[in-house]
């Protein structure tokens, strides 16, 4: 996983490549030349196999390949949590978790969330708290203050039908529309 120089890595434009490129990586230059990179490498690739699936077996030969490309993407932390539902555990990605936060933030006027990470920071099994890295950009008439609890209360309306939680602390990092943070601070909710 490489870092670019905005904050994201290749593995959040690679997560995204078949959407549409939100507003961060129509502004930013590294963001959409690493988006170009991936869907050149994936024509690439689409095209070799076309021409190089021989004609006895191509179904086959097909899958073997594309299972092997399969195994060689990112791959997402699985979590054991608490369905807050029923109480009993099961297991659910980091990524599942992560577009719920995104689908929370799609319709705000007032936030973008650019970039978001989460992980347990308990050893109980189910976890029961929880680390969320946000990065937003916001919009020029907006405030700091509104923006922390704006954001503060997507996560949580996003993650409360997926798990059980004790805790959320929320590392926030607000940037303007250009990438460069504005502020950075550390928000907690208890459930």
């Known amino acids: 996983m ?10 959040d434009v690679l997560l995204n490549l ?3 490129a939100d507003l961060h990586e129509l ?3 590294w963001c959409h030349a690493e988006r170009q990179r991936l869907k050149d490498q994936n024509g690439f690739i689409t095209r070799l196999l076309q021409t190089s699936t021989p004609e006895h077996e191509p179904e086959a030969f097909s899958k073997g390949i594309l299972g092997k490309i399969a195994s ?5 932390r699985i979590w054991d949590v608490q369905d807050p539902a029923t109480g009993l555990p099961q297991r659910l990605s980091s990524l599942e978790l992560i577009k719920a936060i995104r689908k929370a933030f799609a319709d705000s006027t007032t936030t973008q969330l650019n970039y978001t990470e989460i992980k347990a ?4 099994v189910p976890h029961l708290r929880w680390k969320i890295q946000c990065h937003v950009s916001m919009a020029d008439d907006s405030t700091v203050n509104a923006i922390e609890q704006q954001v503060l209360g997507f996560v949580c309306d996003a993650i409360r039908p997926l798990i059980s939680w004790e ?3 929320v590392d926030l990092v607000i940037e303007d529309l250009h990438g460069q943070a504005i502020e950075s601070v550390t928000l907690r909710e208890k459930n």
């Not at 920071?121 to 109980?124: L, S, V, Y």
Request: charged residues 30%; aromatic residues 0%.
């Open 2 to 11: 490489t870092t670019l120089p905005c904050g994201r890595t290749s593995e």
């Open 167 to 169: 805790e959320v602390v």
């Open 121 to 124: 920071t308990d050893a109980k």
């Open 18 to 20: 078949d959407e549409p």
């Open 72 to 76: 060689l993407g990112p791959r997402q």
């Open 27 to 29: 502004q930013c230059r």
